[in-house]
């Protein structure tokens, strides 16, 4: 299994310039590895949007990578949003998703079909142009770059241990000051 | 002759949307945008970007805006009851200055046929939607018929100028 907030530091390392979206648990995570917060993007209400968002930006900004960080939580609730990125795959997204196979952010409840689901082989059907799963670190550490790279979009599920306490990491808000602040870079 | 009308119709909302400048539009169809996606699906000027399912519709949207477009959505009002969560979260949570164009089904309109989803001649999405969008606090304008394409502007502007969702409930086929 890969630890979350490891995978984290990995994806931080390997991004570049790619704006960086998140939601619950990941958020929370994202912001205590990245170097680049003008460029993250967290979600703090409508769980599960992360994906549409991301889609959305990435669509808006080709230019740009546009890396997803879901949960598989999140991603359930939404799932018909991989078959709506894959009808346009936009080559810039990245779209991971750390299946812990529970609700880390209310607890630790399983969702459902826990472990059971194989979400690299919804988005590969769904229709991305590359999809992966990762359980072993060194295997995901020695991909990132060529994921980063390769035109999209690309799935990637990292397989993480069930943690049901709260990540102690917090981060902040997203105020609508802040969200006018980050389109202000690209406007 | 029906299909006629509805393009002229549908022309009509495309020059709005054009006037305001929208570049993306955000959809699902249904019975009262059907001419709209065939005008606008030949307008190279607009990009259609079609979902799964309306609660999609609202973050796709904030990412195009966050990109720097200029977007708009188009779906049902069943769509924007799906949606509730998104419009909260999202469109209002973020100010977001969005044109919602809502198809309002079982609108009661001089000369139009009962809805077919109507029980004791009353569509309960038509009955609902005015007191939810209220809920909001989501103004909203009506468009019955070609005169009244010019209240896509107003809804544009207002959404502009007071960075909030604005929807035009669209009562036409």
Known sequence: MIDSMEAMKVISKARGEAIVVTTMTAKNEWHQASTHRELDFGISGAMSKASSLGFGLALAQPNRKVIIIDGDGSLLMN???LVTIANMAPANLIHFVVENGIYRITGGQP??????????ALARDAGYTHSYEFEDPAAFQSKIQNIMEQPGPTFVCLKCPSISERSP???????????RKFREMFV | ?????????????LAELKKCGITHIVWLPHSENKAM???????AGITLVPVCREGEC??????????????AIMHQSTGLFEAGDSVRGLALDMQLPLLMLIGARGWPTPGSPPSPYSWNGIDSAATFLEPILDAWGIKHHLVTNENETGQISSAYKEAQSTSRPVAVLIAKE
């Open chain 1, 79 to 81: 799932l018909g949003s």
């Open chain 1, 111 to 120: 969702t459902p079909n826990s472990r059971k689901v194989s979400f690299s």
């Open chain 1, 169 to 179: 990491h917090k981060s902040p808000t997203t105020s609508p000051d802040s969200v």
């Open chain 2, 1 to 13: 002759m029906t299909t006629k009308v509805s393009s002229l119709f549908a022309e009509k909302v």
């Open chain 2, 37 to 43: 996606y065939e005008t606008v699906l030949q307008d």
């Open chain 2, 58 to 71: 609202i973050p796709i949207a904030a990412g195009l805006w966050l990109g720097g477009k200029n977007t």
